[in-house]
């Protein structure tokens, strides 16, 4: 919840998977949430709400502003709808073709590179908005969400960790080591992705590695290889913004290229949200 000045006056953080609700559990959500801040929210202001809320699995589908989009692009196909008896304005997605030729989309994420425009006016800026499984880099500037990209690494690797022949190595997190840091650089060597992973666990039989150091290992691989990728030269600052552990590895690893990335805190969503109500 945020006061008229952009500042976050009450959080609540739940872990809900939209599409293992209906319409009925959605409601039930949002009249618990809103319940528990009665006090301090005005009962005539509408909730804001971004994400796959607006998806076809969600309440109402919010379409996709494509890029570059500006904030008033977003603000003319805001969606007003009613939830039980609780206004809401649904934010919709974007949509683009990135700068690898792909078509690519999100929903979500617009709102925190809003933010990241709102706090770093006038920059070239490329942010890493990773609130999940898919990192979305997202290009900003002249105002407006240029393009983006998205990698899969986070699911990579959460897949990796469950299902394949390195599962048993991978139960410690990664960290920020050394092994993580010469694995990282290897990833930005290029090389196919598919070798490189199984390395993992070859080095582990040659005991090259301790199993405890395969998580570092496997992540630095990944995220090495998709900063491979990274045009950081066309940009004044890279923002990272998403669960910490992860994005201080992306920090980290990035630091490698040269890079000194900025660490957002949860709050820039905040200001997106601010934006788009002006």
Not at 33 to 39: E, P
Not at 55 to 81: F, I, N
Not at 153 to 159: C, D
């Amino acid at each position: 919840m945020i006061d008229e000045a952009g500042n976050t006056i009450a959080r609540q953080e739940h872990a809900i998977r939209m599409a293992d609700l209906d319409r009925a559990g959605m409601s039930d959500w949002l009249a618990r949430i809103c319940a528990d801040i009665s006090g301090q929210r005005d009962a005539n202001e509408p909730v804001w709400l971004a994400g796959m809320i607006g998806s076809p699995l969600g309440w109402a589908e919010a379409g996709r502003v494509s890029c570059p989009a500006t904030p008033e692009d977003l603000r003319r196909r805001l969606q007003h709808h009613q939830v039980g008896d609780i206004p809401v304005v649904i934010v919709p997605g974007l949509a683009c073709l990135s700068r690898f030729g792909d078509r690519d989309m999100l929903r979500g994420e617009e709102v925190g590179a809003l933010g990241a425009l709102e706090l770093h006016p006038g920059q070239r800026i490329l942010l890493l908005s990773a609130p999940g499984m898919h990192g979305k880099w997202i290009e900003l500037g002249k105002d407006a969400i240029q393009s983006f990209h998205t990698a899969m690494t986070v699911e990579l690797a959460t897949i990796i960790s469950e299902h394949s022949i390195l599962a048993s190595h991978l139960e410690k997190p990664p960290a920020d080591d050394e092994t993580f840091r010469d694995a990282v650089v290897r990833g930005m060597e290029g090389g196919g992705l598919a070798r490189l992973i199984f390395s993992v666990r070859a080095a582990i039989l040659a005991g090259r590695i301790a199993p405890a150091q395969a998580a570092s290992q496997l992540w630095g691989l990944l995220i090495g290889a998709e900063i491979r990728e990274l045009n950081t030269e066309d940009h004044d600052c890279v923002l990272l913004s998403g669960s910490h552990p992860i994005v201080e590895l992306y920090c980290s690893a990035l630091s490698l290229r040269g890079v000194r990335a900025i660490l957002l805190d949860r709050d820039s969503a905040a200001w997106g949200f601010m934006r788009l109500r002006v």
